[in-house]
């Protein structure tokens, strides 16, 4: 499958169901993100930390619950929900 725009929640389903290059697509759109938060770090650790948040990432899509996941409008009426309690 090739990707011209990023449908996340179709990538993280694929790559629940162990398809690697959904999972690596993903991975890959966000190493700039980790990549920037580890130069916030001390040099000698960039690589491990760099594996480490690897790892974690993978984890987190794997356990991910896209049915959890509430849709647009959904947030759109949490969020008048708790403007009008306010």
Known sequence: MVYT???L???VKEAQ????NSMTY???AFKPKLQA???Q???QEREDLAQELSIKLIEAIQHYNL???PG????LDQIEGSSRRS
């Open 17 to 20: 169901n162990k398809n690697k």
């Open 9 to 11: 929640p179709e990538l």
């Open 72 to 75: 647009f409008y959904d947030f």
């Open 5 to 7: 725009t990023i449908d």
């Open 37 to 39: 938060s580890l130069h």
């Open 67 to 69: 049915e959890a996941t």
């Open 41 to 43: 770090t001390v040099v």
């Open 26 to 28: 993903i991975i890959e």
